[in-house]
């Protein structure tokens, strides 16, 4: 965790240097607990860090322990057909939960905003019970945008009124995923332009058995 730790602070102060900008708070510490769990289910080698987390940064990594991770993403059509869906999964990489629904905009990033803001029709009151929860997405500019919110809700107690119900979670972090971390919930994404859906279990005749298959190739880490 501290050499973690060191490494994403080090990797955040060459972005101000380089760009003026710098990973918050939230994101350092968000992005170190996933690197720390995941580095419990694959074979690190000191000599090759570097490429250690190049490997995570490109793969779907479990939470920490009693914790559940949401993977959302959005998916938008030339004719301005859209959707948004997601994914929830345990700490051991167990499916929990998926879900789709189509919606109507005109901008790729806001759809993956809408997609966490569906979250209040989708999350159970078992969710709550975790010791926290991880909303993932692959869009940073989205993310970095609740980030922040998150951590003016934690100065000044105020938080806007879409995002209230997230305020029933014991712990919440936004956090960042690239592309190939995210594909589940980007299949879900692009089936919600047909059909809208909620899944709680694998055994559906309606679940595409590809679906499964990615998910237990996610589940062990399988690129």
Known sequence: MF?????????????????????????IAAN??????????????????????????SHWYP????????????????????GIGGVVRDDKGRFLLAFS???????????????????????????????GVIIEGDNRNIINLLQISVKRWKVSNVIEDSLAFLLDFKQIIFSYSSRLGNKL????????????????DLHGKSI???????KECDALDVP
């Not at 559940?68 to 859209?82: C, V």
């Not at 209040?120 to 010791?131: G, H, I, Q, S, T």
């Not at 980007?186 to 909620?198: K, Q």
């Not at 595409?208 to 990615?214: A, I, N, Q, V």
């Open 185 to 200: 919930a980007d299949i879900c994404a692009n089936l919600s332009i047909d059909r809208s859906f909620m899944w709680e």
């Open 63 to 82: 939470p920490p322990p009693g914790w559940i991770k949401i993977n959302i993403d959005g998916t938008l059509k030339k004719n301005n057909r859209a």
């Open 32 to 57: 170190a607990i996933s690197y720390a769990v995941k580095s419990n289910f694959s074979n690190l080698q000191p000599k090759i860090w570097d490429a250690n987390q190049r490997l995570l940064s």
């Open 101 to 131: 629904n189509p919606i109507l905009h005109w901008d790729a990033a806001q759809t993956e905003l809408c997609a966490v803001l569906f979250l209040k029709n989708v999350v159970k009151d078992w969710m709550y019970e975790a010791l």
């Open 3 to 27: 050499c973690t730790v060191i490494w994403l602070v080090w990797k955040s102060m060459c972005k101000l240097i380089h760009t003026d900008k710098e990973d918050s708070e939230n994101s």
């Open 208 to 214: 595409p058995p590809f679906l499964y298959c990615l």
